[in-house]
Structures are given as C-alpha cells and as structure tokens.
C-alpha cells in the first residue's frame, strides 16, 4: 500500500469547480482549493488561483468539504484481524469519506499502554487514512484502576475510554475526569449500567416483548449519562464526551449539562437515527447493537437533538464481525454493525433530504463537530495552513449500497440493498487521493 | 408459520413504496426499497403462532380431532423427524416422540447434554448435519428465543417449534385451544384469565395471540415483575390486572402458569408474598363462572401457583391438556410432512 513517503514532497493539487462547504470557516459558495505539501495553500473563489497544480481533481457539480472525521470506529487491531484490520478498516473509511478516524481501545490485548497506542500509528498497520488511538481509561478496561492518562496522551491517544465496558465506578469516574482535566483529555463514556442489562439483547420496549427477549431500559443509558454529567459540572475543566447516545433521556442529561457550560459532548450513530426497534423483525442479528435500537420516540429526540446543535458529531461505531459470529441465535450473536461506507448517504437520505436539516450543519457533524469534540488541530475545516484532508461527494447521486462490495473484511451491515442519495466520490488526506470513483 | 413457497436460495425482495410524498416523520421509513434477504422458512414449518395463518389454525385443530393415537394412521412410514432438544422437557418431547412413532415415523433424539453441540458446534451446522443424516423435519426446543427461525432460514426441510426461549410455544397452545374446544362450544367471547409469570412465558405468548385471534378476551394477572404493563401490547384488546378476585370473577377459562425460577435473572420473587396474591386455592375458584375449566402447561409447582386442590379438582383439564398433546401434535407433524388433508 501506498503511503505518504512515496509522494513527491512538492507536491499539488488543485480541486476545481466544487462547491466549497466548511461550516467552521463559514464558507458555504463555490471555492478552488489548493493543496500543496499536504496542507490548504489557497481557498479562493472561482478561476482565482493563479499558477499550476501537478494535479487537478474536476469538483464541477460536487461538494467539497473538509476531510471527514469518525470518532468512533473499532478496527480490531490488534488481536481481532479476523474481523477487521486497520488496512481493511481505513480503506473503508476512505470509501466512506473519511480522512480520520478515532480508534476503539476494546481490542485484544486492550490499548491500555503507551507501546500499544505507539503501535497502532506505525506506518506498518497500512493505514490509508489519519488514525488516532483512544486508550483504555483504566487498566484492561477492567473499571478498577486508572491508565498512565499522561503517558498515553505523549504516545498519540486523543482520549480515553473503557468503550463497550461502562466505568460505572462513580469514583473512578471522577478520578478520570480529574486526571483527563489537568491535560485537557476527553474521557469517553459509553454510557449503560451494565447491572441493568445482563443477558439483554435489544432495546426494551414492545418489540423485545413480543419477541421474547430480554430489553435493555432505556434508563441505563440516561442514568449513568446523568451521574457523569453532574461529574463534569463540578470537575473544572473536565472532558466528557457520551458515545453514541440512543434515548432521549440522555440527550436531556447532555442538555442540561452544555446549559451549565460544562465541556460535554456527545455523538450519534447514523443506524440511531435511521432504525428503530422494530427493525429488528423477525430475529435479525444485523439489528443486534449496542446501545440497542430504540423506540420511534427516541429517535425523533435524536433528529431534534442532530438538528438543534445538542449533538457534536455523527460518528458510526463501525463495529466489524465475522459472518460466523452473526448467524447464531439472536441473543448469541455479537453485538455492532459496519457504518463508514454508509454514513454519509444516511446523513443526506435521512437527515438531510427526509428530515430537512441543512447540509451545512450536516456537514458540521462530519467535520468541525468531531474535531472539536478531540482536539484535532487543524482538521476539520480547509482554512489555510490547515492539513489538506478533503471529502468530495455529491448530494443528488442515487446509488444501492451492496454489502458484498464493502471495503471492510466484515459485511455485518443491516443497509445491505438499500438506496441511497449522496455519495462520497473522492477521499484526499495529506492532500493524496485516497479513494475516487465516479 | 406455514409458508406457501419453497425456494430456499431465491431471495425476496419486498418493495415497500417507492418514495411517498415527503410527509415530516412519517414519510421518513417509508422512503425506501428494502431488499429482505431472510429465506423463506420451508413449507410445512410452525415458528409460532404470531404469523401463523388462522385458516391454518383451524386446519391444525381439524385435523387434530381426527386424530386417534389409539388408532392411527400410518401416514409418516419412513419418514425421519429429529427431535432436536437444548432445554429439559417431558412433556412437549414425550408427545411429539409418541405422536411422531404412532403415525410410522421413525425419530432421534439429540440433547444438547451427550452431542456435539457441547463441543461447541452451531445451531445452523447442527440442523445442515440433522438434514444429512437424512431428518424429513426437525422438531426444536431451544433456550435462545428466535432459534427454530435461525434454523428454518438455513434449512429446506421443515422445522416446527416446541417452544423458544420466553418467545412461543405454538404447539402449546395448538393444544390448548384443543381442550378449551372440548369443553366450550367457541372462543368467541370467552373469558381467559391467565395468571402468573407472563413475561418468562412462551406458552402466554403463543395462547395469547391465538385466542385473541378467535375472540377470547383476555385478562392476565400478576406483578408487575411477571406482568409488565407492556404486556398489554401483545394483542389488542389485553387487560391487565394486579387483583386475582377481579380476574377471577367471570372467567370462563383459568389459565396459570409457573414462576420460572431459572429465568428470573435477577428478578425477586417472594414466595410467600405470591402465594398471599396470587396463588389458585379452591376459595379463589368460586369466583369464576361455575362451569369454569383450570388449565396448566406445566410443570406444576404443587403448594406454589396452585394448590393440590385445584389441581386434582373437578375443574381441572390439566391432565387432559397431556393428553391432548399427542393428537395435536400429530396433526402438526402430519402437516409438515404434507400429510395433512
């Protein structure tokens, strides 16, 4: 695989004819962009950039937009390539429009030390998009002691968390937003009271009745995202980021707790505000996630809450499975689905074209909200000097997602045969073209 | 379900709607083509009774009264039907093996305790292996709810239920509904009290859909641990009651059910406070109509759900629900195999 170092060092390329969107700059008009020595040389207004490119990337009736960024996907290195590697996982994230992604630390063995976070940003791992490792918040992500926080932040990590496994532990909860708020670390929380969820498999609600099985409330999720948000209003200068909130609830503990000035963010996953619980039909694994699909009237808070600013970023959770985990009993089967292929023509079918959120603040869930949410300097928006990470898609493209195409090692989608608006047709990080297609 | 189609590989592709005119939320589902890769589970299968067809229904009840175990027909001679069990029953195995050798077929056993599903094989590849080995059907009983629709996806030979988890137990109430027939002209307008642990409950699940569907009215009683309110959504027209006199009074039929110990996770139960609430003593009893019948699946916890005297009483159909098992599910069997005319 191609990576940076073969690229020529004066290097540039020039993106014509697009349609410039960046929420943080406050452009949303026709722009040439120039890249050159893998940042923003010039943004300008049509026909305004004067001299040569070594490259040309005809934008004419597209959107241009600033390299997207995922904050929550799981690439299962190491110790899980059977499901995904990071070679597999990027190479989807580029397909997908992403130009970073935030890394899972739920791998085997957990990504609790430095070395392991050092490992993951080798060159060797074949990345072909920008990847920054979250760490465990405590060892092995076993909830009872805290990671070396400062250590791990000098290695790369851009946050902390024990996903998949709560910190329930309300004082080590605290110690971690201290920790994390003297160097200035998101903490992550994916927030279930696991003590309410033993051997629950979906959201419960009438569907899990009528089907026999056992339903997580959706007051797991709302109270410890309750407790952690009182945490971070008393903890000055703490980081709170909720990960892929799903009841409405919690979208009100996430509420109250901006209202307060407190520094608490949260994420959407695009299969929470596409599905609900009743798409689990009949039994269907690829509806099997957590947190689980939720009612209807969850997922209109979530809409609201995408809509109104309350929510920071659309991050996709990209849970990759071998097929074999998946075709086994309901209750069985492994808990997460793909998204980065799909994510952006979900945000534009749903949000976008059904639900009538504008595009720019679309666009600001993928862009400037993320990299707000970890800190990533100059990402997120193509003002000059910044990295030259761009996504390029178009808003009116009908296409049908087929999962046997999937870039990922693992097809576990439930999108598989579903039509779509909008599509990503380009991919560039480090002002590289990563992916392109027509 | 009884399906009419059989292709296994042939995928179905539902259209449901093309784009609507954009409505706010309620056009936000319906904007879509969704392509249903599920298989189609093979004709003959009974998943459970939630889709199951009512002309279906009363076919099975027909056919299970032309049923003689004493005198059956040879209609399944040389055929092979797995008895696929991963949870302990007497009841609902003995009566589909009994039902299945008097109508000529021959049967196996496999449990999860002494097979290689303890070495850790998958549902699917034990169904492909029962299929090798030559099983015309597979009768399954399986702790996970949905597993028999797991297996009738993967497989083109018939798979019928004998009860999922806490999700159905359609052959259950196939026999059910066949007792309550004996002693009551219809189901229309019955009253059917069922009291107990409704949420473990697979055989609530299966009588509560089927009887609805005939026009019994419903009333479950219980805490609301066992009887959470949103059991009311199973059907409509469900009541729930946590009194045992208000749903006793004018029942026509009394259904009870076990507290299911082992599935409780977590839930406490106290005994002596259920017994104070909810237990069925002869007392209770009168306040039902008095040509009321008292059923049970089983198994019984004698001194817990119900006295001994309401039991072994003369209002007591629970043996014969038993015993109604063998001609139900014979009927069922015979159906499967397309021996059901």
Redesign the interface.
């Given at each position: 695989m191609l990576t940076a170092k073969s690229h020529k060092r004066d290097a540039s390329l020039l993106i014509k004819g697009g349609h410039l969107i960046d929420p943080a700059a406050k452009i949303n008009a026709p722009m040439d962009i120039l890249l050159r020595d893998g940042r923003v040389a010039e943004v300008a207004l049509p026909n305004k950039i004067r001299g040569g490119a070594d490259e040309k990337f005809d934008a004419r009736g597209l959107m241009v937009a600033p390299g997207f960024i995922d904050v929550h996907v799981h690439l299962r290195e190491p110790g899980q390539s059977y499901k995904e590697t990071i070679a597999f996982g990027t190479a989807a994230a580029a397909a997908g429009g992403f130009s970073s992604v935030c890394t899972m630390p739920n791998t085997s063995p957990v990504v609790d030390t430095d070395e392991w976070v050092a490992w993951l940003k080798q060159p060797q791992r074949g990345a072909l998009v920008n990847v920054f490792p979250m760490a465990a918040a405590t060892r092995g992500s076993r909830g009872s002691s805290l990671t070396d926080f400062a250590a791990l932040q000098r290695a790369g990590a851009v946050a902390v968390t024990d996903d998949g496994r709560p910190i329930l532990d309300d004082n080590i909860m605290r110690q971690a937003l201290r920790l994390g708020a003297e160097l200035n670390l998101p903490v992550v929380q994916h927030a279930e009271d696991t003590r309410l969820t033993?051997?629950c498999s979906m959201h419960?609600?009438?569907t899990s009745?009528?089907?026999?099985?056992?339903g997580m409330p959706a007051a797991a999720e709302a109270s410890i995202v309750d407790r952690d948000v009182i945490l971070a209003q008393q903890i000055r200068e703490s980081r709170l980021h909720v990960a892929h909130v799903s009841t409405s609830e919690a979208l009100k503990a996430v509420r109250r707790g901006k209202r307060a000035k407190a520094r608490v963010s949260c994420e959407v996953t695009p299969h929470h505000f596409t599905l609900i619980d009743e798409n689990v039909?009949?039994?269907?694994t690829l509806c099997k996630m957590n947190p689980p699909l939720r009612s209807a009237s969850d997922r209109?808070a979530i809409?609201v809450a995408l809509a109104d600013g309350t929510v920071d970023a659309i991050a996709t959770d990209h849970a990759p499975h071998a097929a074999?985990e998946k075709?086994?009993?309901?209750?069985?089967a492994a808990f997460g689905i793909t998204g980065l292929e799909t994510a952006l023509a979900l945000a534009i079918?749903?949000l976008h074209?059904?639900?009538k959120i504008p595009l720019l603040r679309v666009v600001e869930l993928f862009t400037a909200g993320p990299a707000r949410v970890f800190d990533l300097r100059g990402r997120g928006s193509l003002a000059k000097g910044n990295f030259a990470d761009v996504t390029i898609f178009d808003p009116q493209k009908r296409w049908t997602f087929e999962a046997a195409n999937s870039r990922s090692r693992s097809h576990n989608t439930p999108f598989?045969?579903?039509?779509f608006t909008g599509k990503v047709l380009g991919t560039i990080v480090g002002g590289r073209v990563v992916y392109r297609t027509e | 379900m009884f399906h009419g189609r059989r292709g296994k590989s042939s995928r179905l592709r539902l259209a449901l709607g093309s784009i609507l005119p954009s409505a706010g939320l309620a056009a936000y589902d319906a904007a879509f083509v969704f392509f249903c890769a599920m298989n189609q589970p093979a004709r003959g299968s009974l998943l459970d009774i939630e889709h199951l067809d009512s002309k279906e229904i009363l076919r099975l009840l027909k056919l299970a009264r032309g049923m003689n175990p004493r005198k059956p027909p040879p209609l399944l001679r040389h055929r092979r039907i797995a008895l696929l069990f991963y949870e302990a029953s007497t009841r609902t195995r003995s009566s589909f093996e009994i039902a299945a050798k008097a109508l000529g077929a021959v049967t196996t056993l496999v449990q999860s305790s002494g097979s290689s599903i303890e070495k850790g094989e998958s549902l699917i590849d034990t169904g492909y292996t029962l299929r090798a080995v030559g099983a015309d059907a597979i009768v399954i009983r399986h702790p996970a709810a949905g597993a028999p629709h797991l297996m009738a996806r993967h497989l083109d030979i018939p798979v019928i239920n004998a009860g999922d988890g806490m999700h159905e137990h359609p052959s259950q109430a196939l026999l059910d509904a066949f007792t309550i027939l004996r002693h009551k002209k219809t189901l229309e307008g019955l009253q059917v009290t069922i009291i107990g642990d409704i949420y473990h409950s697979r055989v609530a699940r299966s009588n509560c859909r089927l009887l609805s569907r005939f026009g019994a009215k419903i009333m479950l009683c219980g805490p609301p641990e066992l009887v959470p309110q949103v059991s009311a959504t199973l059907v409509p027209g469900l009541r729930i009651t946590r009194h045992i006199d208000e749903a006793l009074r004018g029942a026509d039929v009394i259904m009870l059910l076990r507290v299911q110990q082992e599935r409780l996770a977590g839930k406490k139960i106290h005994a002596r406070d259920y017994i104070a609430r909810y237990q069925m003593t002869a007392p209770r009893l009168k306040l039902a109509k008095r040509d009321a019948i008292v059923m049970h699946p089983g198994p019984i916890v004698r001194g817990l759900e119900v006295t001994s005297e309401v039991v072994d009483g003369s209002q007591s159909v629970i043996v014969d629900e038993v015993r109604n098992g063998v001609p139900t599910r014979m009927a069922i069997l015979a159906r499967a195999l397309g021996k059901g005319k």
């Open positions: 033993e051997h419960e609600g009438p009745f009528r089907l026999g099985l056992r039909g009949e039994y269907d209109e809409l074999h075709q086994v009993e309901f209750d069985r079918t749903k074209r059904a639900y598989d045969g579903w039509q | -």
